[in-house]
């Protein structure tokens, strides 16, 4: 399931950046985005050099993904 939303991702990223779905992580020195994969699992991933090509920094659980 994961791999499969992932995937979805990159081949629909730029009608997802415009829904709440994606969003720009506040607060972060890099310019990182999360993605909701299901209602619990989040996806945190950055965009490389202005292309769809994306490096996935973590998976997890909402309330595990976010440091502190």
């Not at 994606?22 to 890099?30: H, N, Q, S, V």
């Not at 989040?42 to 595990?64: C, Q, S």
Request: overall charge positive; proline content about 0%.
């Amino acid at each position: 399931m994961i791999a499969k939303k992932l995937r979805y991702l990159a081949q629909n990223f730029e009608a997802l950046k415009n829904s709440k779905k994606i969003t720009e992580l506040k607060g972060t020195k890099y310019k990182h985005y999360r993605f909701v994969i299901a209602r619990r699992i989040r996806a945190i991933f950055e965009i490389k050099d202005n292309e769809v090509v994306l490096l996935v920094l973590k998976i997890g659980r909402r309330k595990d993904i976010y440091e502190k």
